[in-house]
């Protein structure tokens, strides 16, 4: 059954929460009994793939028995700093939370093996992560954002039995249907000039080239990856884009930022998500590049699902619409953990 939520500035109280479920755990922060206390949370743990075993970086924050989430970034070959925003606010919720940052991205290792860039093989190493995490399905909540939500949708419809709660923010559940928006949506409300230059560039394969990424910025990134003058975006959002992995980022992805081309070109489970049953939300925005339409609908195909809307976001809705995102994803995870969802 869907359970739809719009969040809006008059609707921000995190209704029926407890005065207890507010506070935050004694020991939230005493790392004392915790292996990783002498590197302040950080492990480098061992994954294994058919090239060999290679280190991931991971970070845990606070403590908690029953709420802990393991944040999957974006890219493919992003890093987890564009989502340090979570220190702002899943603290003060309680919530124990873990970056990590996949194979081939900034601080894990990065092999030269193009053929370890398969989502099933990302799958088995998120696998392996939460199982040197100790997370199981009394107290495991996934988070993908973007091609993390692509990775947290394969995770579930395979291992979903591991899991609490899920979290899907800004990615729609079929890579043709994203094209589709872009090409029908997204285009057509572009400057038709700007548009035919921009396209030009990608014609030739110049997408290095400062015009070409000069025009991408004003007239599309601005608009609908993080709605922020470009001088004003928060420094870990310029950190993982300065540190992303073109070798893992164009494979997958492809080259072009107006649709994906890559070896996730063909990628679609709308067909699947009717068989995960773990409950799940869904965020999308109002100006993501993804449709917000969509993500709805995928709300409603899962068994247990939840939308929620950031009306003024776009694809980086945790930054430009960042009090109801977050209101929103913690109010999700409470109810979960409360079982009130």
Not at 25 to 30: E, G, K
Not at 66 to 87: N, Q
Not at 129 to 140: K, S
Not at 260 to 265: K, M
Request: charged share 20%; glycine share 10%.
């Amino acid at each position: 059954m869907r359970n739809v939520i719009v969040l809006a500035a008059t609707a921000l109280v995190l209704h029926g929460c407890a005065p207890s479920e507010r506070a935050v755990p004694a020991d939230y922060l005493d790392y004392s009994s915790r292996a990783d206390a002498l590197s302040g949370g950080v492990r480098l743990i061992p994954v294994e793939t058919p090239s060999g075993t290679f280190r991931v970086w991971t970070k845990r924050v606070g403590n908690h028995p029953t709420m802990k989430v393991l944040l999957l970034h974006g890219g493919p070959g992003a890093t987890h700093e564009y989502l340090e925003a979570f220190d702002s606010f899943f603290p003060a919720a309680g919530i124990e939370y873990y970056y990590y940052d996949q194979l081939g991205s900034y601080y894990s290792d990065q092999p030269d093996d193009p053929s370890l860039l398969s989502v099933p093989r990302f799958v088995e190493e998120v696998e392996q992560v939460r199982l040197a995490l100790g997370l199981g399905g009394d107290n495991f909540y996934l988070y993908g954002h973007s091609w993390g939500g692509i990775l947290a949708i394969e995770y579930a419809l395979k291992y979903q039995q591991h899991l609490k709660g899920l979290v899907i923010s800004n990615m729609m559940a079929s890579i043709p249907a994203y094209n589709a928006y872009a090409e029908g949506v997204l285009m057509p409300g572009m400057d038709q000039a700007v548009l035919a230059e921009i396209k030009g560039y990608e014609t030739v394969g110049d997408y290095g080239n400062p015009r070409y990424l000069g025009l991408l910025m004003e007239h599309h990134y601005v608009h609908h990856i993080l709605r922020m003058p470009a001088a004003d975006w928060p420094d870990p959002v310029n950190r993982a884009f300065k540190h992303l992995n073109p070798a893992v980022y164009v494979p997958m992805q492809g080259p072009s930022e107006l649709g994906a081309s890559g070896a996730l070109a063909d990628w679609d489970r709308t067909a699947d998500l009717v068989n995960v049953h773990v409950p799940t939300l869904v965020i999308g925005a109002r100006h993501d590049t993804m449709d917000p339409e969509h993500m709805e609908w995928m709300a409603g195909a899962v068994g247990k699902g939840r939308y929620l809307f950031c009306p003024n976001g776009s694809h980086m809705a945790q930054y430009d619409d960042q009090e109801v995102y977050f209101r929103g994803l913690i109010q999700f995870i409470r109810d979960v953990d409360a079982g009130r969802f």
